[in-house]
């Protein structure tokens, strides 16, 4: 059975701060795997999507990278921003999405 | 592009009592996923449809859930007779599916069974 586990749990940051949240993953055999950002109250949002096949995405100031045969993704902030404040979920799809507890994620100015 | 839009934003009733959810996804997915999203457990796939056919309802909790796509723009999660144990958010998420591109995600329906 897929289990995902995301570390820390929480994380308390002044602004500024370079920073990386972890995901783990038991079963290597997924599709792809996707990281969610999720404000207080609302859905999610997807911020990237890293296919099996590749090592990393980048979007702005978001870099992801995937070793699937270690079971582990992480999720690199650079310069922090309070804006960023919100709580990052990863998910790992074999055919539907599996997903971690979160990082709670607040940036302070 | 409107989204993926749920209602009601927020439900309380008292148990027993039916609870109808809604969805209307973003036009042209072909897939729909319903969520439940608990603080003890996360957030967990209850069902989800391809083609308005329902593919996988293995995470629906039990038989009081049932849940329908009658067509491509609309989807219904009930649950009859609710139980305090059913309070949570609810997500909806639709997907292009074909060509593999992220899920969209719903604001939620938060439900509070009394």
């Known amino acids: 059975k897929q289990e995902v586990t995301q570390i820390p749990a929480a994380l308390s940051v002044p602004e500024g701060e370079n920073l990386v949240l972890n995901c783990s993953f038991t079963d290597s055999a997924i599709y792809n795997l996707q990281w969610f950002r999720q404000d207080h109250g609302k859905g999610l949002t997807s911020l990237l999507l890293?296919?099996?096949?590749?090592r990393e995405q980048t979007s702005g100031r978001l870099n992801a990278s995937l070793d699937k045969s270690s079971g582990r993704s992480t999720l690199y902030i650079a310069a922090s921003q309070p804006g960023d404040s919100a709580t990052y979920l990863c998910?790992?799809?074999?055919?539907?999405?599996?997903f971690g507890t979160g990082t709670r994620l607040q940036v302070f100015p | 592009d409107a989204g993926v839009i749920q209602s009601p934003r927020h439900e309380v009733t008292e148990m027993g009592q039916e609870v109808t959810l809604r969805c209307k996804p973003i036009s042209g997915h072909n897939s729909l996923f319903w969520y439940r999203q608990t603080m003890m457990r996360g957030l967990e796939l209850l069902i989800y449809?391809?083609?308005?056919?329902?593919?996988?309802d293995s995470g629906m909790p039990e038989d009081r859930f049932s849940a329908k796509m009658p067509n491509a723009s609309f989807s219904t999660l009930k649950i009859q007779p609710s139980e305090p144990r059913d309070s949570a958010v609810y997500f909806c998420?639709?997907?292009?599916?074909?060509?593999?591109?992220?899920?969209?995600f719903g604001d939620g329906t938060r439900l509070s069974i009394l």
């Open positions: 998910a790992v799809n074999t055919d539907k999405l599996i």
């Open positions: 890293i296919q099996s096949s590749q």
């Open positions: 449809f391809n083609n308005n056919v329902p593919i996988d």
């Open positions: 998420a639709s997907q292009n599916r074909a060509s593999n591109q992220p899920q969209h």
